[in-house]
C-alpha cells in the first residue's frame, strides 16, 4: 500500500476520533440536558440515552483503533498475519454491539412512546446499515483468512 495512502486515512482517522470524543464527552450530554428540559415527562431517559450514546461511540473509536493497527500491519507488508485477524474480529464485535445498542434503543424509546416515524425510520437504517457492514467484515475476514493461505501455500513452495 502506498505510504501517501496510508498517511492520508491516518489523518483521516485521527481527525474523525477526535470528533468522536468530542462528540462523545461534550455534544451528547449537551443535546440530552436539552432534551431534559424541553420534554419534562421524557427527562429520566437523559442518562440512559448518554450512556448508550458513549457506548455507541466508544465501538466506532474501538474500530477506527483496529483499522489504525491494521494499517500499521500492511504498511510493515504484515498484513496476511494471525495479528490481523485479531484486529478484524473486535471490528466485528464492535459493529454488532452499536448495532445492538440501536435495536435496543429503539425498542426502548417505542416502549415509552417517545419514537417518532423519523426516529424509527433512522433506527431501521442504522440496523440494516450494522447488518451490511457486520456481514461485509465477515466476507473480508473470510478474503483475508484465503489470502493468508495463499501466501502461505507459496512461501512454502518458494
Not at 462523545?24 to 450512556?51: C, D, H, N, Y
Not at 489504525?68 to 498475519?81: D, P, Q, S, Y
Request: proline share 3%; glycine share 4%.
Amino acid at each position: 500500500m502506498h505510504r501517501i495512502t496510508i498517511v492520508s486515512l491516518r489523518s483521516l482517522i485521527a481527525v474523525l476520533f477526535a470528533l468522536l470524543l468530542l462528540c462523545q464527552t461534550i455534544v451528547v450530554p449537551l443535546i440530552a440536558a436539552q432534551m431534559a428540559v424541553a420534554l419534562p415527562p421524557l427527562a429520566f431517559l437523559q442518562w440512559p440515552g448518554v450512556i448508550a450514546a458513549a457506548i455507541f461511540v466508544l465501538c466506532l473509536q474501538v474500530a477506527l483503533a483496529c483499522v489504525w493497527r491494521l494499517l500499521t500491519l500492511a504498511r510493515e507488508g504484515i498484513i496476511f498475519n494471525v495479528k490481523a485477524f485479531a484486529y478484524v474480529d473486535v471490528i466485528l464485535a464492535a459493529i454488532v454491539v452499536a448495532t445492538v445498542i440501536v435495536l435496543g434503543s429503539i425498542i426502548l424509546l417505542t416502549v415509552v412512546g417517545a419514537a417518532s416515524p423519523s426516529i424509527t425510520l433512522l433506527a431501521a437504517l442504522g440496523i440494516v446499515i450494522g447488518a451490511i457492514l457486520a456481514l461485509l467484515v465477515v466476507v473480508l475476514r473470510g478474503l483475508l483468512r484465503q489470502a493468508s493461505q495463499l501466501e502461505s501455500d507459496l512461501a512454502e513452495v518458494v
